[in-house]
């Protein structure tokens, strides 16, 4: 099984110092969670190319002003976007759960993916949980979802294709935040329901397993309690 934690928030033109920055920051919340949270790296961008430790500030920004360089038409937006992962080795950036973490201030979007979180922690739920709540403590954010990656039988799914219940809304899946207050009676079947700041972070099952029908049932309940609530944005207004 593999996750994508994805959190929207507000839209922000930073410098390139600032968007280090804002990174650092970030870092330092996800640190909290899990000791391997705490160093990061740049990818390598090609063969010859070495992992760069995020703690090179100097290199970092230069790295990002190569980005800026290669694509002068989103210049104006603001700093681009930065893919880090937690892991200076091939070898252990595996055994690390093969992580994935792309920061975009310029479009309000961050994603952490995890390639296999039950090999690479005792307790998966509470660790991407971990990280939800962090990462939904920045201002400005106002949306968070994670998809699950599952092969069942012959079949590799995506709980946002092939088991979410909206074609047309955003999908909360496993667990997420919405920027409301929320009482339990207004989402009854959420396995957990903790308010964050004006919002509520929601734990739609335990384990979203996507070959299991019960899992799938009390996650797409959740989500129709959201719609209900108008929660879940639309996507594709031409369904309505």
């Known amino acids: 099984m593999g996750i994508t934690l994805v959190v929207k928030s507000r839209p922000e033109r930073l410098s390139l110092p600032e968007a280090y920055a804002a990174a650092a920051v970030l870092i330092g919340r996800l640190a909290q969670v899990h000791p391997d949270f705490r160093e990061w790296w740049s990818n390598p961008r090609g063969p010859k190319d070495a992992f760069l430790p995020f703690g090179d500030r100097k290199g ?27 892991a200076g080795d091939e070898k252990t950036w595996k055994k690390r759960g093969r992580i994935g973490w792309t920061i975009n201030p310029s479009f309000g979007d961050m994603r952490l993916s995890i390639g296999n979180p ?11 949980w971990g990280i939800l709540k962090e990462l939904s403590k920045v201002p400005g954010v106002w949306f968070a979802q994670t998809n699950v990656k599952q092969r069942v039988g012959n079949d590799l799914l995506l709980y946002s294709i092939d088991r979410a219940p909206f074609p047309h809304r955003e999908f909360l899946g496993w667990m997420g935040y919405v920027n409301s207050p929320l009482a339990a009676e207004q989402v009854p079947d959420a396995a957990r329901l903790e308010r964050q700041g004006n919002g509520t972070l929601i734990l739609a099952t335990e384990v979203l397993d996507l070959g299991n029908p019960a899992a799938i049932k009390q996650a797409n309940q959740v989500e129709m309690s959201l719609a209900d609530l108008d929660l879940l944005p639309i996507t594709d207004p031409s369904f309505l």
Do not use: S, V, W, Y
């Open 60 to 86: 970092i920004i230069a790295r990002m002003e190569e980005d800026e360089a290669e694509f002068p038409e989103l210049k104006e937006k603001g700093a681009p976007g930065l893919l880090l992962t937690n």
């Open 118 to 128: 039950e090999q690479a922690f005792e307790r998966p739920t509470e660790i991407i």
